[in-house]
Each structure stands twice: as C-alpha cells, then as structure tokens.
C-alpha cells in the first residue's frame, strides 16, 4: 500500500474519514469482507452507531457552510488533484477491485481509469455553470423595472449511497458533482465494496478537500440505513442499487430530493435487415461482462423470426468462447458472483427456465459461486428469466414475430432503463425508439452509461432524476433568484 493511503487502515481493519481523519468507531465493533473469489477475510470495517452517524453528518454540515462559500476555481483544483492521484494509483486501485468484488482486471483498470476522468471532466463543467438575468418586461403587461438575477446554490448535506458493483466510479459519480455544486458529502458505501470506497475517500481527502466536507459512514444497512435516509440534515439523497431497495427510501425519505439509479432489464431488439456479427458481438459483450453484475447489462434479446437462428447461432458461438475463472487471469470475462445470495437467484431462474421448456443452449451450471456463461433460446413469456433481472451471466432470447411485438414486451417490463436496437434503416431505429418507455435508446450499440457527460436516467422501476455531469451538479443545487425592483433602488 502506498504512503498516500497507509492511514486509513491499521493492520486489516478499515477506519472511516471524520472531520478530515481516519478513526476507528467507539464500539469496537467490526464488519468483516470476505473476497467472493475464496471466501477469505481481506479486511475489516467499522459498525458505526447512530450516535456516531450523527455525530458525522453534524460536522459535514458545519463544513459545508465553508465548502459553499469558496470559489469554483479552487473547487476544480481540488478535483483535478483528485483526478491526479487517481492516475497514479490505477494498479493499486484495480487490485483492490479485483480481489473485493471478483471484478475482472480489464474491467477493474477501466473502472479506475474511467473515474479520473469523470473527475475532471466535472471540474471543467463546473466552471462553465452560468445563471442568468431576467428581465421583468419579458412577461406581458410588467414594465421594465424588475431584474430577477437567478444564481445555483447548494442544497447542504448529501448523501450519497454507492453499490457493490462500480464501488469506486460510482461513489465519483456522486461525490464529484456534489462538491462541484458546493455541497458536502456523507459517503455510505456497500458492505462490499466498502474497502474500495475507502480508498476513493483517501484520495479526495488526499486532494485537499477541506475537513468534513467529505465524511464516511460504514455499517449495516439493516442497522443504520433508515436512520441515515429519514435524519433531519440530510438534504439530498443520491443511491444507487436495487429497486427495492430504492423504492423502500423513495417511501420513508418524506419531502427528500431524491436521485436515484435502480435496476434494469434492457432488451436488444434485432431486426431482420441488422448486421447479425455486430449484433452478436455488442450482445455478448453487453450481457456477460464483470459477470453480467450491471444495470446496464443486455438481459433478454428480442429477435425477429425470420433472422433468429442465425443471430441465436452466432451468439451461441460467442458465448462459448468466453474465458472463466479468477478475475487475475488475463482475458477472464466471467467469475464468481458476489456472494451465495445473488448465484442462488441466478439458478433459480435458470432452474424455472429448463422447467418451462426454454431452450438452454450453453451453460446452466454452478460451480459454488460461480456461475458459468448461461444461454437460452425459445424462452416463453411465461418464464422468470423473461421479466426478473438476473444480475449474472444468463441470457434468454425471445423470438418475436413484429417490430410491434418486441415493442409490447418491451414496455411490458416493470423497469425503464435502457433498451437497445440493431437494424440499418434509420426511420425503423426511430419508430422504435420512440415508443420504448426507457431512458436512453442505443441505436447499433449495446446499452451503457457513459459517456458520462450524457443524459443517464432510468424511468418506472429503475429510478427517477437524470445523471450525466452537467445534470448530476444541477440535481445537487437549486435556483436562487433575487429580484431588483429599480424604481425602488434609492
């Protein structure tokens, strides 16, 4: 471990960022993490009491104050040299990736790499946020004698709650705009994927933020979760993880500003006039990388009969070629899962699908946490598979006999994420576009985030609010106007 990040942790035990230092929690008592690659202790978190949650998000909100106060410029320098120490730390941060969320290396080094970059994109962004000047006469019948001049402030305190699969990006997502808007930051991170958020902590804590604008909490979810999302000082709550979990927030954090990012069952809808080999590979890659562990991830195709078994074989092709293993070894796409839980859901699916009669194709077996690349043809919509989102490495493809039958199903999905459509005729792309209840539309492409100064929102279950570097700073502020009424100014 390098010097920069030797104090936020004392042997294997993990401490949490308070008022700019690294302490340990009053009870002494300690979440472990175990690596889902062998089930092996890496390190240790603290369990944090409601006392001290309290105690943290007190502290923030002092700090804000200040933080609101200085200068945007001096707010960019300060992500810049975040996005610095992260650039020096991409093998560092990538192991830990690899080890505490079994992530790939390819996909660990482009996680960290990716982040940087967010990092400053947001500090340039944030230089370029304007008000504006509105003039009274505008409106019919006023006279020339208001100014309303409309500024961004702050809103306070936010929270920000980070899942188990990006747990670096997707704290920057969330911190980086926050404090480019003048907030502070109470960071709570997953159970696992909380080492990694740490890290990410150490750097901007590394970079210069003032003390307490950035603060952690660790702890269980089930113990302090509510407690956190209902406190009175938090003013904005960004999350991303499941929908239950989200929609459970959306309920109890009563007249809270919420952003939040949720699951997905995104469709490839592929038509008969697509190029079926970039079809097959944007597929495959979109279904199964990191293990299929994204909200992102293609989770069901819907192909037109006429091109289906061709299509269905060259996928099958692919998904056969697909290296499994420990997330080290070079070229690995597929390894174990997060834990018992989620690879317990995966075969259940997979076990419902062989029941009703799907086709299997490839895969379909478990090997403790791990499950190997799954594959089904011929799936009914009767089948699990079909609607539930698996967040591991199965894929059923759905034979459809219209455009507007793949349109149906895929509106008929409780989630809104991202769907996607393969096909060289444009005005076919925008038909279907226009009618899927997503939020985003890839045309000849698999669904994905980024890049991440675009629009990314999901609609129905899988969130609400829009993220994207300019929109995730102006969902953590807010307009302010203060009219001038000139005839009154002497």
């Known amino acids: 471990m390098s010097s920069k990040f030797q104090e936020l942790k004392n042997g294997i035990v993990y401490k949490n960022l308070f008022n700019g230092n690294w302490i340990e929690s009053n009870t002494k008592k ?45 707010r960019s320098r300060i992500l810049n040299k975040a996005a610095d120490i992260i650039e020096e730390s991409v093998e560092e941060l990538s192991d830990i990736l690899v080890i505490e969320i079994a992530k790939d290396r ?137 929908t239950d979990v989200g929609q459970h927030i959306s309920k109890i954090s009563t007249m809270k500003p919420l952003l939040l990012e949720l699951g997905g069952k995104d469709a490839a ?15 495959v890659a979109g279904a199964y990388s990191y293990s ?28 056969e070629k697909l290296k499994v293993g420990h997330p080290e070894e070079e070229g690995v796409v597929v390894s174990t899962l997060i834990n018992s839980k989620s690879a317990d859901f995966v075969m259940e699916l997979i076990d419902d699908a062989k029941g009703k009669g799907a086709n299997l194709l490839v895969g379909g077996n478990r090997k403790d946490n791990l499950i190997y690349p799954t594959l089904f043809d011929n799936v009914g919509l009767d089948m699990r598979i079909a609607w539930e989102e698996p967040f591991g490495p199965v894929l059923p493809i759905i034979r459809v006999k219209s455009i507007d039958e793949a349109i149906k199903i895929s509106n008929e999905s409780t989630y809104g994420l991202q769907g996607c459509i393969f096909t ?9 576009a226009n009618k899927l209840e997503v939020g985003t539309v890839q045309v000849n492409n698999k669904p994905e985030r980024g890049p991440d100064h675009f629009p990314f929102l999901g609609v129905k279950a899988s969130g609400m609010g829009t993220q994207g570097i300019r929109y995730s700073i102006e969902a953590m502020s807010r307009p302010k106007a203060i009219v001038l009424n000139l005839n009154k100014a002497n």
């Not at 008000?131 to 006023?142: A, L, N």
């Not at 809808?269 to 597929?283: F, S």
């Not at 293609?298 to 074989?313: G, T």
């Not at 060289?424 to 279907?432: E, G, L, P, T, V």
């Open 292 to 319: 299929g562990q994204r909200c992102t991830a293609v989770k069901r195709v819907l192909a037109i009969d006429s091109i289906a078994d061709k299509l269905v074989a060259k996928i099958k092709e692919r998904v």
């Open 30 to 74: 300690l979440i472990d993490i175990k690596s889902p690659i062998n089930n092996k202790i890496i390190g240790s978190i603290q369990q944090m009491t409601k006392e001290e949650v309290d105690k943290s998000i007190e502290n923030s909100k002092k700090a804000q104050k200040l933080w609101s106060d200085t200068p945007i410029n001096e």
């Open 424 to 432: 060289k005729n444009i005005d076919r792309a925008f038909y279907i």
């Open 106 to 242: 390819k996909s660990a080094v482009s996680e960290v790499k990716r982040t940087a970059d967010f990092i400053r994109f947001t500090a340039d962004v944030s230089k370029q946020l304007e008000g504006e000047t509105i003039p009274g006469d505008s409106f019919p019948g006023m006279k020339n004698n208001k100014i309303s001049v409309v500024t961004r402030v702050p809103l306070g305190v936010v929270l920000a709650i980070s899942p188990f699969n990006y747990p670096i990006n997707l704290s920057a997502s969330k911190i980086a705009p926050a404090l480019a808007a003048g907030n502070s930051v109470i960071l709570k991170p997953p159970t696992q994927g909380s080492i990694s958020t740490l890290y990410l902590a150490q750097v901007f804590n590394e970079a210069g933020i003032p003390s307490g604008v950035l603060n952690t909490i660790t702890g269980r979810g089930s113990e302090i979760g509510d407690y956190i999302v209902t406190h009175k000082d938090i003013d904005f709550i960004n999350f991303t993880g499941s």
């Open 269 to 283: 809808i592929v038509l008969d006039d697509a190029d079926l080999d970039e079809a097959a590979d944007n597929i």
